[in-house]
Structures are given as C-alpha cells and as structure tokens.
Nanobody
Framework: QVQLVESGGGLVQAGGSLRLSCAAS????????VGWFRQAPGKEREFVAT????????YYAESVKGRFTISRDNAKNTVYLQMNTLKPEDTAVYYC????????????????WGQGTQVTVSS
C-alpha cells in the first residue's frame, strides 16, 4: 500500500502559479502511475494529469495542456503538479491518486487517494 498527502494549494489571482506536491509513503512512488484529479463544487471528479509508472510518460487533460506540468522526484518519493497561468475555472479541490493499471485518465484506475488540497483562483 501507499499513503498520499497533498500540499501546496491556496488562493491565487488569475494568471498566477502554484505547485502542488503529492508526498508518498509506504512504497516507492515510481512503481505506481500517479494522477492528479480535481473536483469543483457540484461537479464530478475530473482527470487533470498523470505520470506513468516506471517510464514516466505524462498525459494531460486538454483544458490544462500547456499550462500544467506533472513531474516526479524519485529521491523525495513525491509527485508535483506545476500549475501556471491559472484561471478561475481551475478552482477545485485537487487530489493525487496512485494505481497500477487501467485507463489512466479515469478514476477507477486509481486505488489510493490523498485527502485533497483546495486551489482557489480569483478573477
């Protein structure tokens, strides 16, 4: 099993940047595919980005492509989500999740979830 703890959320103006961290414990994070999802009030949880276990390929939702970057630091057992040029529609609770298989852009592919961190972008 792996335990995940997100941090780095906060309040930022439109156009600003934040970096979210997902610290893993219990197992090496590179043995999992780790994704970031977000959920706004009244909406379903949606895929944001993922980094594939071992090989490290990354994939993004169209809405964040070119603005967000996912990365992994194996030495720190942490996955990051660098978010630039933030927009008010990026406001949500952001979750990191770890899994070992399945369609990596979907919630069922992930078995372990963090508690979430709030990101609020003001206009």
């Amino acid at each position: 099993q792996v335990q995940l703890v997100e941090s780095g959320g906060g309040l930022v103006q439109a156009g600003g940047s934040l970096r979210l961290s997902c610290a893993a414990s219990g197992r090496t994070v590179s043995t999992y595919t780790v994704g970031w999802f977000r959920q706004a009030p009244g909406k379903e949880r949606e895929f944001v980005a993922t980094i594939i276990r071992s090989i490290g390929n990354s994939y993004y939702a169209e809405s964040v492509k070119g603005r967000f970057t996912i990365s992994r630091d194996n030495a720190k057992n942490t996955v990051y989500l660098q978010m630039n040029t933030l927009k008010p529609e990026d406001t949500a609770v952001y979750y990191c999740a770890a899994g070992e298989g399945g369609v990596v852009t979907t919630v069922p592919a992930y078995d372990y979830w963090g508690q979430g961190t709030q990101v609020t972008v003001s206009s």
